[in-house]
């Protein structure tokens, strides 16, 4: 099965992303449910992880080269990412503490999932444009349950950005930690 | 330079659309559903008058039917009733009414993390019935529901039960009157405050940080550039 997944590009990539789609669109469908959220985002985020197993590390952007800059350029694109809500500070929310380790959990899961396995999957499928452009569509789309439609455009503004920090830096140590400061933050 | 131009013009239009839709960088965590305030916090943006509900329970055979009565369409207030919990000698329904209170009660002591609701029935309550009210992710999440005979006080805690989902708070009440969820106010700073002037000290930290240790680190990568020479890829998008 496997062998058949590595063989098809396109078979790989679909079924990828179909999974991450179905994991995102059961959490944010579960996590509504009472005294469910915080185990169904953790599972849901750790489901996601699975997304990157049999990838090898520096596929999904996680070599250990660079690793100060790699810190640093995610302190940078959470700097980025939480310029508005900072701007407009008296209209940033509240993150519970109990919300704290499932943001944690997702932002690792999402980031593997979408700027790593389906990113690489893409990439072998058409290069770094269909990667780019598909990891940033599904991601849009996966997060059309869990956000208000007016929220998409920054999501996908979001995940081109990070989309664009994978390709140019072929780094996901970046995109981790900024991605999981701005949920940290928020 | 063509992929840091690339990059610099992303997070340029990641502003700008992050720039609409307050606060920005949102992943779902937070509520979808902003807060319906009858005296909004100065870091509320638009805001909706809240809701009221109404709720007409039948009896049947001297039991008050299970039911629910909700503040509708915000769904701020809701009650739960289980089987019998009315006194329902002598009727065949029975009327709830959940109304948002104005003016703002205040109290002493006290900061209320949501509005104050006034909770009338026809029937007085013999068994317990279920209040989970939402308060707004903007504020402190409250500690406990305050409940009252008058807007004017006194205000009793009267406690909270496990959460049952994000910024909500549950209790199980066996009178009828004024509620509102809050905290003392000696517990934690005023609404909003603490995170609100966090994040741009953060963020700036960030940036400082960001600036003080990359200049070097970008000192030592050129250095060695010729080192990693391996890690180019010429795939443009």
Redesign the interface.
Known sequence: MLSVLAARPAVRAAVIATYILLVEWAR?LAS?A??A?VPV?ILGGLALVLAGAGWPADRLGLGR??L??RI?GG??L???????????????????A??VL??VV??VGEEIAFRGALYAAL?NLG???VA??GSTALWTAA?AL???P??L??????G??LA??R??C?DLVGPIIG?A???L?? | MK??G??AS??V??????????????????P?LPYNWVCPP??A?SNQQPSSGHQVIKVVTGISDASSAFTDPDTQVVLGFNFGVFDSTGKTSITVDIKPVSPCPKAAGITFATNTYLITADAPLVKKATLVMRFS?????PSTVYYATSADGPWTSIGAL??????TIDTSIDKFGYFAAGYPSSAIAPS?G????L??I??AV??I??IV??IP??II?RRHAPD?GE?E?D???
């Open positions: 944010a509504t009472p005294h959220a985002l080269s660079r100060g800059l640093l302190f940078a959470a700097a980025v990412l939480l310029l508005p809500a900072a701007a407009r500070a008296s209209a940033a929310p509240i993150l519970p109990f919300l499932p943001a997702v932002s990439e290069g770094a444009p780019i452009i997060h869990s956000h208000p007016e929220f455009f920054a999501v996908a503004a979001a081109l950005l664009l920090w390709w140019a072929k991605h400061i701005a949920d933050a928020l | 992929r840091l690339l990059l992303a997070a239009v990641y502003l700008l659309a992050a720039w609409m839709v307050a606060p920005g960088f949102y992943d779902g965590f937070t979808l100065p870091q943006g992710d903007l504020v402190p999440a496990s959460q049952a989902q994000p910024f909003g603490g995170s609100s002037r994040l741009p953060a963020i960030l940036i940080v960001v240790a990359g680190l970008a990568r990693d890690d890829d795939s443009e998008p």
